[in-house]
Structures are given as structure tokens and as C-alpha cells.
């Protein structure tokens, strides 16, 4: 069965881009222009452009003096690969093999799809509709070879399908260029009169590889089927996902887990290969009775150690049901993000926080014993003793700002002040004793007070004058009057930590 | 002939202290973890690495003092980067606090739980992880079967293990290679200057195992622990072989 090719002429990709973005350009003359060589140059013309005479290659100046009313756009480098790349990749609902075909079309190879649509016309007139619906101007053909569909979409006067074997009748009345030759070549045969492919195809091989290089004859022989010509297919994003088909349902544990381990040995070596790691994993069974049974995994850092993942999910297996056993296990990567290859150590050092292991751990810790159970805290500017860390949002972070050393903080925090009886010789002297929990504590040596005021922009109230005490038995105590020394009004002490 | 006798016991003693989870430590030497004369007591005359130390605290003051000084230790383990893991259920500690004692609080990762055995596995997995410095733990009781599996755990990874045992029930026998206690002393400023001095603690080393027990005054001055006095304490055994 000879293989069918489909070429798409894109003949204005990029001005049609700009028009689909902005409606208001569809029918105005407008260019796009990039510099080159301290000058701008028309990169690309709209159809109502180059109509009126501006074109590609001319100089903006020029094609402004054609056009006064011309609308100047500036180019974006690579803008046609990336158009290209995307259109050829929602084609791939036409077709699994697509290639991008540089600067302005697209090959696609349709060979045992076109009876899905009726018929080749219907085929290629399906295709053509809904990217001129989509507002490009294309053409498009369909040929045995890809040199041919390229000619005729390019150059084809009436018919827009060649069929079967019929390339070489097709060619004749096209003009050289539809060979898809070099500029100079091209010339030297416009030169020679030979203005039409008929003219030169039944001259000998021999003069024709003299006169104009083995090139010619490679591309004619491509056109007309003689030689093989391969096209580079666009890869469509592929999910992380590994099945595993059972052939007797699975009811077991131990089964269930070499299940995982074949799909996860699979998946890690995969991702190994594209130096990736996965954030998110999900492992799925599907029941007999229908139902799917599912365990979810997330890890702290992207990891595409097997050994591990199974770790984590091994946590987690006994939460599945098998019923009457699952007869398809799915592992996909849910999240998966680049793995920064590790440099190898050259002496032994403590790897901190950023040692796999630790992350491996961590992950562990939070699979079993569920999430928001590890703090980690970095400083915060503020000096109220509450407020001043707080919980990092991830292993990583950096620190904010420095911590503070400047002042005594007790080891022990209380994480609510408690109320205490205090006797202390006024105004600001520090407590001569106090009661705590029944027991009365007579302070020996004190230091203070640090005075701490109250954030007003954050919350009201009074402010803290600390002491820092220590009691006859060596006890040291971080002790609090709230507020001023009042002769009317009542102010309460607090204990709120210990030192060391 | 007797000379060669002692030698032989000594050696003999040298090969059954790594038998016991003493092993010399290679590659990373941590000379002066605590004063020289602390050190004395242990096998080796070094701070027993890759171990698990068991301190009794009792109250909060007491929890205040052993902090302090397993702050002063920790400093040692996480000098050159390393990172601590503290597991807890009733955790009072007050991270900024820890700069007084050389540690950077964000290289501590807190895990806060509620159930005692969940605190004894996640410590007996991160006593298995080599990439930590050490593992503090917070627990009240510790049986002799849970103290057997962290010790094994940590004779694999070399990562030292501290457990403080709040208000236990009962002192029962463990697999710890060392026992703990840490009271706070009064304070003492030079030429009887006013305000609090600088952290002073009674150490008293229970139990150590192929060590002797002692009993010590230790003050924390400028990022190292400064030693004060012995105060000599006659083993009970010996006790019992006087009396």
C-alpha cells in the first residue's frame, strides 16, 4: 500500500496570527518588521498587504511610501516554529505522524486514515475547513510523496488530490520551484528556459547531475516516489503513567505490592532517563465490581528513587480493598518536576537540610502521620516573644533576616503567660517573691526590666515590662508585669518562661 | 608475668566495648563536646557517638536546665551545617532561644505529635537516617524493648540520639548508653556584681555503661561549657561492699 502525505501551506502563518489576536487588523494592511542591518525589514505581509504592493524583504521605508496607511508590527523571533508546533500538535487528532515543516507548513502523513472521515476529499476539505475556521489561509494537498504534496499545495492549479502513483503527471506543468531547489540552481534553470518541470524531466540523468549538481536529481527523485524521504514527527506530551494488566484478579497484599513495584521500577527508570523526579504520585486499582481503589503519595523534593517511593506507599497499601480482586493497577506521576543532578561529594559533611536522606524521611514522617505535623521556623521581625519566628513554609526556605541574639530568651516558653502572685517593692523593681503553682519561689537575683510594647498595628493592649529572675535554689524564671505600675488600677504578674 | 596479665584484660576490654555499641568514632571527631573531665568518665575518654543518652527531667525548670544543656551538646553535632530533628508531643521549647547556645533554629526540624508511639517510631526512622546530626526526643515512658531498637538503630547510622524523659512513671531499666540528670545551680557573677550570671547546672551522670558515674558543676560561658567542680560520688555498689 503506498503511503498518502498531506502538506499544509501556511501562506500567511504569522500576519493570520496577529489578526485571529487582534479582529480589528483583519482588514488592514499591516506588517510585520524586524531590524536587520540598521534598518527594518518586512519579515511578513498580511493578504491585504502585499495586494497593494508591499512584500517580503522590502525595506519598511519603502513599503510605507507604497502604503501610507500601512500598520508596522514588530516581529517576534521564532514566532512561526512555536505556531507551527502547536497547530501541529492539535493535528495530531488527524493523524499520529505530523512533522513541522520549516518556514510555513505543516506534513502530514495520513497513509489508513482517511476512510475514517469518507474518503480523501472529505479528509483533506475536514482538515482545510476548520483551520481556515480557525482564520488561516492554507492550501493543502495530498500526494504518494511529500515532495509531490508539497508541489502541488504550493503550486497546484486545479486538483488538490494526486492519486495513487499519478505524482510524475502531476509535476509536469509546475514550475521548477515546486522541487523545493536551491535559489541558485532555480535560476541557472530559468536561465536555460527551463521554465516548467516538464522541460528537464525527460532530459538524461547524466547531464542533468553535470549541469546542476546531484541535489536535483535527489529532490526530483523524491517527488516522484524513486527515493525514501522521512519526516521528524511531532511528539505529543506524553503522561507519566505505567499500567499493569493482571491476568487473574489480585486479592493479596504481597500481590498488590509487587504490583506496585514492577510500575514504580518501570516509572523511576523512566524518569531516571529524563533526569526528572516526581512531587505527586497516585496508585490506582481497578476493582472487578468497578470500583477504583486509590493511595496518593507527595514527597518534598522530586524523587525517582523506587526503593523509596515504595516506601511510601507501602505506608498506605493497607488502606486498599481488593473485594473481589483488581484486575488493572495504574501509577501515574501526578506532578514531576526537573531533579537537579547532585555533584558528588569530595569530603565527608553534614548534608544540613538539603540531604536526600532527610527529605526522604520527612516524606515518610508525613505519610504516616499525616500533614502539618513537621515545623520548621525561621525569624520574624518582631520583638513581642510570640511573634518573633515563624513556621518556614518549606525545608528550603531562606531566612528572612537574621536571628536576633542581643537578648536573653528563655530555653522554655510558656505558649500562654499564667498568672502569679507576686510581692515586689514599687514602681519598678523586680519581684522579692513569687507563688507558682502552689510553691512560693524567693528571688535571690534579678535582672530587668526589659520593657516590650505592644505592635499597635497588629494588636491592643498593654505592654510588658520582663524580669529575669532567679530563685534560691538556682531556678531561673522569665517573669512579666503587664502594663504600668498603677496606684488606682490593678496590673497583673505572669510567668512566662524558664531559662536554662 | 603480671604485667602481661593486665594487658590482656585490657585488651580484652578494648575488643568488648564495640561489641557494646562503643565504637571509636573515624571520621568525625568531636573533641570537645563536653569538659575534658566529664569526658574522663566515659570509655575512651570520648562523648559516646552514634549512642542514645537518656535524660531525667522533672518539671518544667528542670526540662528548662536539660534543654539548655542538650542545647550546648547539639551545638557541637550541628557546627559544621547539620540538621537536628526534635520530635515531641508537648513541646515548650522556644526556638529563638537556642542562638544563646551556638544553634541555628531553622536548621531544627520540630515534629509535634501527640501519641508516645508514634514519637518512638519517627525517632527510631530518623536515628536510621544518616543525614541528620541528631535526634531529640521527648518522651515519659520508654520501655526496654523501645530503648533495644533505638540503640540498634543508631550503632547502624552513627547518628546520636538524646531522649528526655518527662516526669517518667517508673526508672526502669534501659538499653541507653548513658543516663542523665540536669538541676539548675545558682548563678554566680565575678566580684559579686548584681543580675543573673551565666546558666549553671549540676550534671549528674547517672549511669554510663563501661564508665564511671559522676557528678559535676558546669557553667555555659560564651558558647562552651565551663567546668567548676567535681563533687565526688561513691558508686552504690561500692556502697553496698562497704556497708
Not at chain 1, 132 to 159: E, L, N
Not at chain 1, 375 to 398: C, G, I, L, M, Q
Not at chain 2, 147 to 156: D, G, H, M, P
Request: proline content about 6%; charged content about 25%; overall charge neutral.
Amino acid at each position: 500500500m503506498p503511503k498518502r502525505f498531506i502538506s499544509i501551506w501556511f501562506r500567511h502563518i504569522k500576519t493570520d496570527w496577529y489578526s485571529r489576536r487582534q479582529p480589528g487588523l483583519c482588514n488592514l494592511p499591516f506588517i510585520l518588521a524586524s531590524p536587520d542591518h540598521g534598518r527594518m525589514l518586512v519579515t511578513a505581509a498580511n493578504a491585504e498587504a502585499q495586494t497593494q504592493g508591499a512584500g517580503t524583504g522590502m525595506a519598511v521605508a519603502d513599503a510605507r511610501a507604497i502604503i501610507p496607511a500601512l500598520q508596522v508590527i514588530d516581529d517576534k523571533p521564532g514566532l512561526s516554529t512555536k505556531l507551527l508546533k502547536g497547530i501541529a500538535e492539535w493535528c495530531i487528532r488527524y493523524t499520529p505522524v505530523v512533522a513541522i515543516d520549516l518556514p510555513d507548513g505543516l506534513m502530514l502523513e495520513v497513509t489508513g486514515c482517511t476512510h475514517l472521515w469518507g474518503s480523501e476529499k472529505q479528509y483533506l476539505a475536514a482538515i482545510i475547513k476548520r483551520l481556515q475556521h480557525f482564520g488561516y489561509d492554507v492550501r493543502a494537498a495530498m500526494a504518494d510523496t511529500i515532495g509531490t504534496a508539497w508541489a502541488i499545495a504550493r503550486f497546484g492549479k486545479d486538483t488538490m488530490i494526486i492519486e495513487s502513483t499519478q505524482q510524475n503527471t502531476a509535476l509536469l506543468p509546475l514550475p521548477p520551484a515546486a522541487l523545493r531547489l536551491e535559489q541558485g540552481t532555480i535560476e541557472r534553470l530559468e536561465k536555460l528556459g527551463l521554465r516548467q518541470v516538464s522541460n528537464f524531466i525527460g532530459l538524461p540523468r547524466a547531464a542533468l547531475r553535470r549541469r546542476f549538481g546531484t541535489h536535483l536529481l535527489q529532490r526530483l527523485g523524491q517527488a516522484l516516489g524513486y527515493e525514501e524521504e522521512a519526516i521528524q514527527p511531532v511528539q505529543p506530551m506524553e503522561t507519566y503513567q505505567e499500567r499493569l494488566p493482571c491476568l487473574e484478579p489480585i486479592i493479596t497484599a504481597t500481590g498488590i505490592e509487587i504490583a506496585l513495584e514492577q510500575l514504580l521500577d518501570v516509572l523511576c527508570q523512566r524518569l531516571q532517563q529524563e533526569q526528572k523526579g516526581l512531587r505527586a504520585a497516585s496508585f490506582k486499582g481497578y476493582r472487578i465490581d468497578g470500583k477504583i481503589e486509590k493511595i496518593e503519595i507527595g514527597t518534598h523534593r522530586p524523587s525517582n528513587n523506587s526503593r523509596h517511593l515504595f516506601k511510601l506507599f507501602a505506608i498506605k497499601i493497607d488502606s486498599i480493598e481488593p473485594a473481589w480482586g483488581i484486575e488493572l493497577f495504574t501509577l501515574e506521576a501526578v506532578t514531576v518536576e526537573d531533579i537537579v543532578p547532585l555533584q558528588e561529594k569530595l569530603w565527608d559533611t553534614d548534608g544540613g537540610l538539603d540531604d536526600i536522606g532527610l527529605s526522604e524521611l520527612l516524606d515518610r514522617i508525613a505519610g504516616k502521620i499525616g500533614p502539618g505535623k513537621i515545623h520548621r521556623y525561621v525569624p520574624d521581625e518582631h520583638y513581642w516573644p510570640e511573634h518573633s519566628f515563624k513556621a518556614a513554609t518549606s525545608v528550603n526556605e531562606k531566612l528572612p533576616t537574621a536571628w536576633k541574639v542581643d537578648r536573653p530568651r528563655p530555653v522554655q516558653l510558656l505558649s500562654r503567660a499564667i498568672a502569679i502572685e507576686v510581692t515586689a517593692p514599687i514602681p519598678d523593681y523586680p519581684p522579692m517573691l513569687f507563688r507558682y503553682k502552689g510553691k512560693v519561689h524567693k528571688i535571690i537575683k534579678a535582672d530587668g526590666p526589659e520593657r516590650i510594647e505592644q505592635e499597635w498595628w497588629l494588636q491592643q493592649g498593654q505592654h510588658r515590662d520582663y524580669y529575669c529572675v532567679e530563685d534560691e535554689e538556682g531556678q531561673r524564671y522569665w517573669l512579666f508585669r503587664s502594663g504600668h505600675y498603677d496606684v488606682d488600677k490593678t496590673y497583673q504578674w505572669f510567668i512566662h518562661g524558664f531559662f536554662a | 608475668m603480671t604485667g602481661t596479665k593486665a594487658d590482656i584484660i585490657a585488651q580484652l576490654r578494648k575488643d568488648i566495648l564495640p561489641l557494646q555499641g562503643f565504637k571509636t568514632t573515624l571520621n568525625r571527631t568531636l573533641l570537645d563536646v563536653v569538659p575534658a573531665t566529664i569526658q574522663n568518665a566515659f570509655p575512651h575518654a570520648e562523648f559516646p557517638l552514634g549512642a542514645v543518652h537518656e535524660f531525667m527531667v522533672a518539671g518544667a525548670e528542670e526540662a528548662a536546665a536539660t534543654g539548655g544543656f542538650v542545647a550546648g551538646i547539639l551545638a557541637s553535632f550541628m557546627r559544621n551545617g547539620g540538621a537536628t530533628m526534635w520530635i515531641s508531643s508537648c513541646r515548650t521549647i522556644f526556638p529563638p532561644a537556642l542562638t544563646s547556645f551556638g544553634i541555628a533554629p531553622d536548621k531544627i526540624i520540630f515534629i509535634d505529635l501527640t501519641n508516645e508511639k508514634e514519637i518512638l517510631w519517627t525517632m527510631e526512622e530518623a536515628l536510621k537516617c544518616n543525614g541528620l546530626a541528631a535526634v531529640v526526643g521527648e518522651v515519659s515512658e520508654l520501655g526496654f524493648t523501645a530503648s533495644r531498637r533505638l540503640q540498634l538503630a543508631v550503632e547502624e547510622s552513627r547518628v546520636t540520639g538524646f531522649i528526655l524523659r518527662r516526669n517518667p512513671r517508673s526508672v526502669n531499666t534501659t538499653a541507653c548508653v548513658t543516663r542523665w540528670k540536669i538541676t539548675s545551680l545558682r548563678s554566680e557573677l565575678p566580684g559579686d556584681m548584681p543580675g543573673v550570671g551565666f546558666p549553671r547546672w549540676n550534671v549528674e551522670l547517672l549511669k554510663v555503661r563501661n564508665g564511671k558515674p559522676g557528678k559535676w558543676e558546669i557553667e555555659f560561658v560564651a558558647g562552651r561549657f565551663r567546668h567548676i567542680s567535681t563533687i565526688a560520688i561513691i558508686p552504690q555498689e561500692q556502697k553496698k561492699k562497704a556497708g
